[in-house]
């Protein structure tokens, strides 16, 4: 079944990140390797006189690439520190990607970069005021995401471990409770993301989708990680979908045999 | 202060001048920037592409300019 996103359907749940690819052609490629429909881009204050730098962040470059992608655009307020820089960064993004889908961040540790929920939930009401469908970067405490649906956010993207670390889903207790009291929200694991097992965990738990950057920008060949990962969190979420069954403690014969088979 | 007067405003964090009575959309052009390839703020406040003509700019504005990149 699809993931609906304020009316959106999505056939695919890779969001997929575009930030440190060896080039813009990998990056294009990656992004059709991985089906995502959904990828993420920044905003940057230009440097004056069009001394912006080059490569895969060259703006010329990467944006026209990534619109003929087809994929629906993910903007972020990365670098934010507080709820009113956030905010300002959204209507800017607003009108510089024509969407009013926005990945809320607002971190409050530079060691790391962990989501402030003191400045995110209030810049989330804000946002939700304005019209933007937001998607907030939070941890994955429980009541800092309950207030986030207080204010009118419709899904939640927590961590699961801290951005570009690669550590994978540290707290998956967390994760699981947020699951089983939250089980009508879209939940979206974003960050901390750094292999295809983790991806297949996070499906497993039942969450609706998975948003990840350096875990296939870094790989070696980041086009065969797009497909790996797609290919895991389809697995992932099909897994959670039949159902997993229960772990036991002890052996339980799967071959229904008759006792031993001679009887000497 | 009559027109066309020089005034101190910062661009993108570098002093720069413009005559009184500059407005943000003529500061734009003025840079070679297409309207739509960036968005604005003038001191850290949004001002929306079809607001740009109405925003006059004062002494002491710094004004931002930003454009798309890569995004995690």
């Known amino acids: 079944m699809a993931l609906n996103i304020g009316g959106v359907e999505l056939h695919s749940r890779f969001f997929l990140g575009t930030a440190g690819y060896p080039s813009p052609a990998v990056l294009q490629q990656a992004i059709a390797a991985s089906g995502s429909q959904v990828v993420t881009v920044g905003l940057k204050r230009q440097l004056a006189h069009g001394q912006n730098g080059g490569g895969a962040g060259a703006p010329g470059d990467f944006y026209s690439l990534i619109r003929a992608s087809g994929a629906h655009l993910l903007p972020n307020t990365a670098g934010c520190r507080t709820a009113r820089e956030a905010v300002t960064l959204a209507q800017m993004a607003r009108e510089l990607f024509g969407t009013h889908w926005i990945k809320l961040e607002v971190v409050g540790d530079d060691h790391t970069l962990q989501p402030d ?142 006792g031993r088979p001679f009887l000497l | 202060m009559t027109a066309m007067t020089p005034q101190p405003i910062t661009l993108n964090g570098q002093a720069q001048s413009c005559p009184s009575g500059t407005n943000l959309a003529e500061l734009i052009a003025q840079q070679g920037v297409a309207p739509d390839a960036v968005a604005t703020a003038v001191n850290g406040a949004f001002v929306a592409r079809d607001r740009r003509t109405q925003h006059v700019l004062q002494p002491g504005d710094s004004v931002t300019t930003f454009q798309p990149i890569v995004g995690g």
Request: charged share 15%; glycine share 8%; aromatic share 6%.
């Open chain 1, 117 to 258: 929920p003191f400045e995110l939930v209030p810049a989330a009401a804000e946002l939700v005021r304005e019209g933007f469908e937001v998607f907030p970067y939070c941890t994955d405490d429980l009541i800092t995401c309950q207030r986030l649906l207080d204010v009118g956010c419709n899904l939640l993207m927590p961590w699961g471990a801290p951005i570009g670390s690669g550590q994978g889903l540290i707290n998956p207790w967390a994760l699981r409770t947020l699951r089983e009291r939250l089980p009508d929200v879209p939940l979206v694991v974003d960050a901390g993301i750094g292999s295809p097992a983790h991806a297949v965990q996070a499906m497993e738990l039942g969450f609706d989708a998975v948003l990840l950057n350096s875990a296939v920008a870094q790989a070696h060949d980041p086009v065969a990680m797009a497909q790996a990962f797609k290919l895991a969190i389809e697995a992932g979420r099909l897994a959670w979908e039949a159902g997993v069954m229960a772990p036991q403690a002890m052996a339980v014969a799967s071959t229904p045999v008759t």
